[in-house]
C-alpha cells in the first residue's frame, strides 16, 4: 500500500481543511497499520490523505509512531505540529507525545497498557482497555489495536464504517485468504470498538 494518495474526486461537504492524526506505541503493536488503514479509508471516500511513519532512535525497544493526515485539499508536507485526534498503545508512547497535544485534541489511550493518565488528564482522554475487550470478548488479543481503530472511527471526519471495513480488506487481503475467518473477526473487533464511545 503506497504511503501517499491522491483521490481524483473530494466532497467537501462533510469536512473542510485537514484532520491530523498521531497513533503511537511499541514495535510490533500495528501503529503503521492502524494509521495506513485511517489514510486508505479516507483516500477510498475521495480525500486527500498521507501517512508518515517515525520511529524513535534507540536500536532496539523504540517508541513507533506514525503521522496520518486527511483533507480535502492537497498535503504539501505529510508532518504537523499538533494533532486533532492522538491515540497512545503504551505508556512510552504517552511519556513522549506531549509536544503534539493541543487544546481540543482527542486523546484515546489503551488503559491496559497505560496507567499513567496524569500528563494528559487536561485533554479528557478516552480509556479503553482494548487488551482485555480483545482477549475476553473475541478470544484474540492481538486484535486490540481493531478495536482502538473501531473507537477512532467515531471521530475522524468524513469516514464512514464501511469506508474502514473496505481498507481493512484491502489491507488484510493476503491474510484473509489464508485465514476467511479472520475477516469476520476483524469487523467485529472494528463494530466492538466503535460501540465503546461516543463522539
Same mark, same amino acid.
Given at each position: 500500500?503506497?504511503?501517499?494518495?491522491?483521490?481524483?474526486?473530494?466532497?467537501? $461537504?462533510?469536512?473542510?481543511?485537514? *484532520?491530523?492524526?498521531?497513533?503511537?506505541?511499541?514495535?510490533?503493536?500495528?501503529?503503521?497499520?492502524?494509521?495506513?488503514?485511517?489514510? *486508505?479509508?479516507?483516500?477510498?471516500?475521495?480525500?486527500?490523505?498521507?501517512?508518515?511513519?517515525?520511529?524513535?532512535?534507540?536500536?532496539?525497544?523504540?517508541?513507533? $509512531?506514525?503521522?496520518?493526515?486527511?483533507? =480535502?485539499?492537497? &498535503?504539501?508536507?505529510?508532518?504537523?505540529?499538533?494533532?486533532?485526534?492522538?491515540?497512545?498503545?503504551?505508556?512510552? @508512547?504517552?511519556?513522549?507525545?506531549?509536544?503534539?497535544?493541543?487544546?481540543?485534541?482527542?486523546?484515546?489511550?489503551?488503559?491496559?497498557?497505560?496507567?499513567?493518565?496524569?500528563?494528559?488528564?487536561?485533554?479528557?482522554?478516552?480509556?479503553?482497555?482494548?487488551? @482485555?475487550?480483545?482477549?475476553?470478548?473475541?478470544?484474540?488479543?492481538? $486484535?486490540?489495536?481493531?478495536? &482502538?481503530?473501531?473507537?477512532?472511527?467515531?471521530?475522524?471526519?468524513? &469516514?464512514?464504517?464501511?469506508?474502514?471495513? @473496505?481498507?481493512?480488506?484491502?489491507?488484510?487481503? @493476503?491474510? *484473509?485468504?489464508? =485465514?476467511?475467518?479472520?475477516?469476520?473477526?476483524?469487523?467485529?473487533? /472494528?463494530?466492538?470498538?466503535?460501540?465503546? /464511545?461516543?463522539?
Amino acid at each position: 500500500m503506497p504511503s501517499c494518495f491522491r483521490p481524483a474526486v473530494t466532497n467537501r $461537504t462533510v469536512m473542510l481543511g485537514t *484532520y491530523n492524526i498521531i497513533v503511537s506505541g511499541e514495535g510490533g503493536q500495528g501503529v503503521l497499520s492502524i494509521a495506513e488503514i485511517i489514510a *486508505y479509508a479516507a483516500w477510498l471516500q475521495g480525500r486527500q490523505a498521507v501517512c508518515v511513519p517515525y520511529f524513535s532512535t534507540e536500536k532496539r525497544g523504540g517508541v513507533s $509512531t506514525a503521522f496520518a493526515q486527511i483533507g =480535502d485539499r492537497p &498535503i504539501s508536507f505529510p508532518k504537523f505540529r499538533r494533532a486533532d485526534l492522538w491515540v497512545a498503545l503504551s505508556q512510552r @508512547a504517552v511519556d513522549r507525545i506531549g509536544p503534539y497535544l493541543r487544546e481540543g485534541t482527542t486523546v484515546i489511550v489503551n488503559s491496559h497498557l497505560v496507567g499513567d493518565l496524569s500528563s494528559i488528564e487536561s485533554y479528557g482522554p478516552h480509556a479503553i482497555d482494548a487488551t @482485555a475487550l480483545a482477549t475476553e470478548r473475541l478470544k484474540k488479543p492481538r $486484535t486490540f489495536n481493531m478495536i &482502538i481503530l473501531g473507537a477512532m472511527l467515531r471521530f475522524v471526519p468524513g &469516514i464512514t464504517e464501511e469506508g474502514f471495513a @473496505a481498507a481493512l480488506d484491502k489491507q488484510f487481503a @493476503a491474510q *484473509y485468504g489464508r =485465514d476467511p475467518e479472520l475477516r469476520d473477526l476483524n469487523r467485529q473487533a /472494528l463494530d466492538l470498538g466503535y460501540g465503546l /464511545l461516543s463522539s
